[in-house]
T-cell receptor, first 109, second 115 residues
Framework: QKEVEQDPGPLSVPEGAIVSLNCTYSNSAFQYFMWYRQYSRKGPELLMYTYSSGNKEDGRFTAQVDKSSKYISLFIRDSQPSDSATYLCAMVNAGKSTFGDGTTLTVKP | GAVVSQHPSRVICKSGTSVKIECRSLDFQATTMFWYRQFPKQSLMLMATSNEGSKATYEQGVEKDKFLINHASLTLSTLTVTSAHPEDSSFYIC???????????FGPGTRLTVT
C-alpha cells in the first residue's frame, strides 16, 4: 500500500466550476501537507502548504487537512482554463517529501 | 520565490553513452538537493538525496553506480546517467529546499531520451 493515495482522475470541468482534489495518507508522522501544480513538461510549483488540521485559503484555492482521518483536499473556486494542469499532493516528514500520483484537471471554457 | 535551474532541458543520447544533468540553486545555497524521476502520467519518484560535501543517499532500488550524483558546491548538484539505456528515458527533476523551510523549489526538469 502506498503511503500517499491520490484520487486518480482525470477531471474535466466547465469554467467556473468548483473543483475538489483529494489525497489520503497512512503515515501519521507526516508534518507538512503540500499541493503542487505541474504543467505539461515542466517542474512542479508549490501552490499551498499547511501543517495543521483545518482550512487555509489563498485566493481561489483552499487547502483542507483532517489529520484524524488522514485526508487532505484542495478546492479550487471559479475554476479557469489556466488551472488546467496536473495537481500533486505531497506529504513531508523529516524534510523528505512523498508525492501522490497526481490528478490531471482540464477546465473547459 | 527561489529559483532552481536545470541544464540541459532536453537531451537525446545513444545507448551506452553517459549524460550529465546539472541542477543549480540560483539565489540561495542548498546543502541538500533531491533528484526525482517522473514517468509519463506518474508521480515523482525520489531517486536520491544529494548532500554537499558528502555522499548522496540513494533510495531503495536505485543503482548508485548507474546514477552518479555529485554535490560539488552549495549551489550545484549533478546527476550523471552512466551507460544509458532506452529504459532510462524519462523526465528528471531536481529540487532544493531552503534551510529551515519545508518548501522545495523544483527545477524545470530535463527530458532524457536514449535511442
Amino acid at each position: 500500500q502506498k503511503e500517499v493515495e491520490q484520487d486518480p482522475g482525470p477531471l474535466s470541468v466547465p469554467e467556473g466550476a468548483i473543483v475538489s482534489l483529494n489525497c489520503t495518507y497512512s503515515n501519521s508522522a507526516f508534518q507538512y501537507f503540500m499541493w503542487y501544480r505541474q504543467y505539461s513538461r515542466k517542474g512542479p510549483e508549490l501552490l499551498m502548504y499547511t501543517y495543521s488540521s483545518g482550512n487555509k485559503e489563498d485566493g481561489r484555492f483552499t487547502a483542507q487537512v483532517d489529520k484524524s482521518s488522514k485526508y487532505i483536499s484542495l478546492f479550487i473556486r471559479d475554476s479557469q482554463p489556466s488551472d488546467s494542469a496536473t495537481y500533486l499532493c505531497a506529504m513531508v516528514n523529516a524534510g523528505k517529501s512523498t508525492f501522490g500520483d497526481g490528478t490531471t484537471l482540464t477546465v473547459k471554457p | 520565490g527561489a529559483v532552481v535551474s536545470q541544464h540541459p532541458s532536453r537531451v537525446i543520447c545513444k545507448s551506452g553513452t553517459s549524460v550529465k544533468i546539472e541542477c543549480r540553486s540560483l539565489d540561495f545555497q542548498a546543502t541538500t538537493m533531491f533528484w526525482y524521476r517522473q514517468f509519463p502520467k506518474q508521480s515523482l519518484m525520489l531517486m536520491a538525496t544529494s548532500n554537499e560535501g558528502s555522499k548522496a543517499t540513494y533510495e531503495q532500488g536505485v543503482e548508485k553506480d548507474k546514477f552518479l550524483i555529485n554535490h560539488a558546491s552549495l549551489t550545484l548538484s549533478t546527476l550523471t546517467v552512466t551507460s544509458a539505456h532506452p529504459e532510462d528515458s524519462s523526465f528528471y527533476i531536481c529540487s532544493a529546499p531552503i534551510a529551515g523551510e519545508y518548501e522545495q523549489y523544483f527545477g524545470p526538469g530535463t527530458r532524457l531520451t536514449v535511442t
